[in-house]
Structures are given as C-alpha cells and as structure tokens.
C-alpha cells in the first residue's frame, strides 16, 4: 500500500539535544512538506522540498534543519535553538505534475521536550 | 497579510445538518481545501474546490465563492464519527496552503 510513514509517534527529549523525526514516502511525489501543529493554530510550514537536493525555509524554519537526498525521504532535525519544540509534527507530500494539489499527510510525531 | 477564519467549536445533533463556514485572504488563490482530523490523527482530504459553485460528495458537500473570499464546507445526516476537527485551507499564488485554525465538530447522541 502507497502512503507516508511517519517515525516514532511519540517521541521524548531532553531540552538541548538534537532529534530528527523521519518521514517517508512510496507514493512516487515530488514534492515534501513539514508542518507544526499547536493547539488552537492552523497548521504552519516549516520547510518544503520540491525536488532531491533542493528545499525551501517555510514560515517558521527556524531551529530546524531539513535533507532531501532521496526522493522518498525528507527528515526534519530540530535543533536546540527551537526555542519551543514540544508539538505535533505533521509530514506531507504531493504531485507536482497534473491539477491535483491535494497533500497526503503521514501519521504524526508528538514530540516532548522537558 | 494571508488569513484564514472559521469558527473554534461547532456542536450538532446526530443525524442533523451543519454547515461550517470559513472566509480567507490570501496573496492570489489558486483553491480551497477543506480537511477531517480526528484528534492526534494526520488530517485526511475532504475537497478542493478551484470554481465558485457547490460540489458534492455524499454526505459532504462543499461551497465557494471567490468574489466573497469564502466557503463552507455541508455534512448531512451527521454520524457520532463526523466528530473531528474540520481545517479549511486556501492555496495561495505559490500554490501554498494558508491554514485555518481548524473547526471542532462536536456531535450529540
């Protein structure tokens, strides 16, 4: 079956350590989103990536690192300097060819930081 | 600025109508996308709609009108697992999604 995964689901770090949270995807899409989900916001872009070896900084790209090395994969790294990492992470990807704009999402990571 | 408006919390009755509505300001337009979440759960595609006019797809049921920067998204015959949150989204000229807050649908035997 074609979709996003997304690893681990929940994930729990210590304030000033590094984690990087997987995604991956079989759906053949050119196009990687990461997003941030907080409480009582809309979903914010953190990076994207519309082909391997090239991304683009989102809304809130800072304290955070992206690779796309592979068209399948697109990890997100946050780093220490997030200044406020615990949330829901969101994984998304696209086709870029054809009218469909519709973004697959993958499961989530909930991240804890304390 | 990009903005995005729907309301925080909507309760209904099973087996009733809602309609949730949601206006946007976005730097060009290229759609509007409205999604499902139940909670902790990744978002799952409900519609797209490009054209102003109704589109329906079963229970759902979605509306746009471009001139008015606004939507709303129809569920009829309301079943208890209807309740999630609903996110209206609108892609801008980069074809970016701009996000809602999102809209929680509570359903009541």
């Known amino acids: 079956d074609g979709g996003i995964t997304q690893s681990p689901k929940y994930l729990f770090r210590k304030e000033g350590q590094n984690v990087t949270l997987s995604c991956e995807q079989n759906?053949?899409?050119?196009?990687m989103y990461w997003y941030r989900q907080d409480p009582g916001q809309g979903l914010r872009l953190i990076y994207y990536s519309q082909i391997v070896n090239d991304f683009q900084k989102g809304d809130i790209a800072e304290g955070y690192s992206v690779s796309r090395e592979k068209k399948e994969s697109f990890p997100l790294t946050v780093t220490s300097a997030q200044k406020n990492p615990t949330a829901f992470y969101l994984c998304a990807s696209r086709k870029l060819a054809g009218e469909s704009y519709e973004q697959y999402f993958g499961p989530g990571t909930r991240l804890t930081v304390t | 600025g990009q903005n995005i408006d729907q309301p925080t919390e909507m309760t209904a009755t099973e087996g009733a109508i809602v309609q949730i509505n949601c206006t946007y300001q976005?730097?060009?337009?290229?759609?509007l996308f409205w999604y499902q979440q139940h909670a902790g759960e990744a978002p799952t595609f409900l519609s797209y709609?490009?054209l102003d006019g109704l589109e329906e797809k079963g229970r759902f049921s979605s509306f746009l009108s471009r001139s008015k920067g606004y939507s709303y998204l129809l569920l009829k015959e309301l079943q208890m697992k209807d309740s999630a949150s609903y996110l209206c989204a609108a892609m801008d000229s980069n074809y970016q999604l701009i996000w809602g807050a999102g809209t929680k649908l509570i359903i009541k035997p």
């Open positions: 976005t730097s060009g337009f290229n759609g």
């Open positions: 759906l053949n899409h050119d196009a």
């Open positions: 709609n490009v």
